[in-house]
T-cell receptor, first 114, second 113 residues
Framework: EAQVTQNPRYLITVTGKKLTVTCSQN?????MSWYRQDPGLGLRQIYYSMNVEVTDKGDVPEGYKVSRKEKRNFPLILESPSPNQTSLYFCASMVASGASYEQYFGPGTRLTVT | ELKVEQNPLFLSMQEGKNYTIYCNYS?????LYWYRQDPGKSLESLFVLLSNGAVKQEGRLMASLDTKARLSTLHITAAVHDLSATYFC?????????????WGAGTKLIIKP
């Protein structure tokens, strides 16, 4: 089954404690992306990756890092989380389909930073 | 500033009624996406609109795009309870290999039996 998986699904942590949210896709997609979703703001792109070892900043990259060492995995790293990073995070993988992209979202990770 | 504005942000309606959700955007684009999100769930792609005048329909939902007016609409016909969800539009401003979507805030739709 084609899918994007994220772990953990829920996480409560304290300010400054490094954490990693994993994302994996089994569709061999080149493009992957991380978003955060906050009430009233829709989704905002954090980072995206066009292929292995190729990443770029989205709209709100501050406080986040990513890596793309393998095509299937795209972890999101918070080196020193702060309360303003409390949010719902989605990973997505994408495939170009003609003039557009077909995007598949993971189930989401709800992060609370106290 | 790039903006994507959806309205209304919240809509409560009765089954059987028709209604339209609007998505206005402030930049040039001829690619727009509509997504659905159920409470506590991930996002599901509904429509991809790729050119001016594009119209797509799936069941009771119909989406259209007017790139000159920078406006997309999502029309609901004879609403049923199962369509209760939050609907997002996203404008594609990708250029070359720089992939970027700008999202609306979402419209929370509640359809009462």
């Amino acid at each position: 089954e084609a899918q994007v998986t994220q772990n953990p699904r829920y996480l409560i942590t304290v300010t400054g404690k490094k954490l990693t949210v994993t994302c994996s896709q089994n569709m061999n997609h080149e493009y992957m992306s991380w978003y955060r979703q906050d009430p009233g703001l829709g989704l905002r792109q954090i980072y995206y990756s066009m292929n292995v070892e190729v990443t770029d900043k989205g709209d709100v990259p501050e406080g986040y890092k990513v890596s793309r060492k393998e095509k299937r995995n795209f972890p999101l790293i918070l080196e020193s989380p702060s309360p303003n990073q409390t949010s719902l995070y989605f990973c997505a993988s994408m495939v170009a389909s003609g003039a557009s992209y077909e995007q598949y979202f993971g189930p989401g990770t709800r992060l609370t930073v106290t | 500033e790039l903006k994507v504005e959806q309205n209304p942000l919240f809509l409560s309606m009765q089954e059987g009624k028709n209604y339209t959700i609007y998505c206005n955007y402030s930049t040039t684009s001829d690619r727009l996406y509509w997504y659905r999100q159920d409470p506590g769930k991930s996002l599901e792609s509904l429509f991809v609109l790729l050119s001016n005048g594009a119209v797509k329909q799936e069941g009771r939902l119909m989406a259209s795009l007017d790139t000159k007016a920078r406006l997309s609409t999502l029309h609901i016909t004879a609403a049923v309870h199962d369509l209760s969800a939050t609907y997002f539009c996203a404008v594609d401003i990708s250029m070359d290999s720089n992939y970027q979507l700008i999202w609306g805030a979402g419209t929370k739709l509640i359809i009462k039996p």
